[in-house]
């Protein structure tokens, strides 16, 4: 079992910037594959960034130089840095893993489909 505790969201203005942070306990194995969602209202929940187990990062283009994502393996904390915020990326931020899967991508179908450990979300607003 895998809690994770996600943190950081507020409300913005454009061009801003936000850090996110995901608390992950329960699990002391090796590395797995973890990840940012979001959803916001009226849509369907999209990928955003994954972490790899072997700690290689990828984003969906719509964040591609804007986002970063990273963790804290000490800490067993991951995070999302989000620069230059636009009001569409207003949702809620959702941090998600599992540790039966290890390498994966944010286009890897076990990334979009089959991660089975969630957050509760964190809302993070933009303004223009």
């Known amino acids: 079992q895998v809690q994770l505790v996600e943190s950081g969201g507020d409300s913005v203005q454009a061009g801003g910037s936000l850090r996110l942070s995901c608390v992950a306990s329960?699990?002391?194995?090796?590395?797995?594959?973890m990840g940012w969602f979001r959803q916001a209202p009226g849509k369907e929940r999209e990928a955003v960034a994954a972490y790899s187990s072997d700690g290689t990062t990828s984003y969906v283009d719509s964040v591609k130089g804007r986002f970063t994502i990273s963790k804290d393996h000490a800490k067993n904390v991951l995070y999302l840095e989000m620069n230059n915020l636009k009001p569409e990326d207003t949702a809620m931020y959702y941090c998600?893993?599992?540790?039966?899967?290890?390498?994966?991508?944010?286009?890897?179908?076990?990334?979009?489909?089959?991660?089975?450990?969630w957050g509760k979300g964190t809302q993070v607003t933009v303004s223009s």
């Open positions: 998600a893993a599992d540790p039966a899967y290890g390498r994966c991508t944010v286009w890897a179908p076990i990334f979009l489909y089959k991660l089975d450990y």
């Open positions: 329960g699990y002391s194995g090796s590395d797995y594959c």
